[in-house]
């Protein structure tokens, strides 16, 4: 069984994965490389001035690789509560368990939906840091924000929900702050 499971290999969903897996937490991404990122030129996303969407999800994708995270290229089409995380299945058949599911599936809110949360104009329904009503499920990014969206918005709510998760597994606020030697 995963830490944690991730649908959805955008801006959200990486993001979460990066610190997660640099805390040592056990990750595995899913999603196929299509986020609408690709189409995208980025000149708004604070400390890189200019980069395609393709760099940065390459970029991205390495980084939280180099981390430990895994990254499976599949669809996920089905996802259900257990009493001690979560299963998905993916279109092929796969099932996968995890302790937490985060959703970061962009503007598909298939899932969310099918595992009962409340979906109102704005998106999905969660807290400030991912929080759903069901104990364990985090939504994050354009699915929770239909409108407006930007890269840096769903990477500031995935880190978030990150931190969330990590601070509730060791019972106690996580900051991940590193130090100039
Ligand atoms: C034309 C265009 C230009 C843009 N330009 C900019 C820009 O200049 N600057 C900027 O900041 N933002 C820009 N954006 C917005 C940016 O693309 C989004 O803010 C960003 O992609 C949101 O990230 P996310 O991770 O929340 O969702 P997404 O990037 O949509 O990631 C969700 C991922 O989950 C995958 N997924 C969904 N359901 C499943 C499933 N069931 N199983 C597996 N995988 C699944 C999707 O395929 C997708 O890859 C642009 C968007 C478009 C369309």
């Given at each position: 069984m995963a830490d944690v499971l991730i649908v959805g290999d955008g801006p959200a969903g990486l993001s979460a994965a990066l610190f997660l897996a640099?805390?040592?937490?056990?990750?595995?991404?899913?999603?196929?490389?299509?986020?609408?990122m690709h189409k995208?030129?980025?000149?708004?996303?604070?400390?890189?001035?200019?980069?395609?969407?393709?760099?940065f999800q390459n970029t991205s994708r390495e980084q939280v690789k180099k981390l430990g995270a895994e990254i499976l290229d599949e669809e996920i089409t089905g996802a259900?509560?257990?009493?001690?995380?979560?299963?998905?299945?993916?279109?092929?058949?796969s099932r996968y368990e995890g302790k937490y599911l985060i959703l970061a599936s962009g503007t598909n809110t298939k899932l969310a939906e099918g595992l009962g949360l409340e979906k109102?104009?704005?998106?999905?329904v969660a807290d400030e840091d991912?929080?759903?009503?069901?104990?364990?499920l985090y939504a994050v990014g354009?699915?929770?924000?239909?409108?407006?969206?930007?890269?840096?918005?769903?990477?500031?709510?995935?880190?978030?929900?990150?931190l969330e998760i990590l601070s509730v597994e060791a019972g106690e606020d996580v900051h991940d702050f590193d130090f100039v030697d």
């Open positions: 640099k805390n040592d937490m056990s990750v595995t991404v899913f999603g196929q490389n299509t986020t609408p995208a030129m980025l000149y708004n996303y604070l400390g890189i001035p200019e980069m395609t969407g393709t760099d259900e509560k257990t009493e001690s995380g979560f299963v998905i299945t993916g279109a092929a058949g109102k104009n704005k998106g999905i991912g929080k759903t009503a069901v104990y364990g354009w699915n929770t924000r239909l409108i407006r969206t930007q890269a840096i918005i769903s990477a500031g709510q995935g880190a978030s929900t990150a």
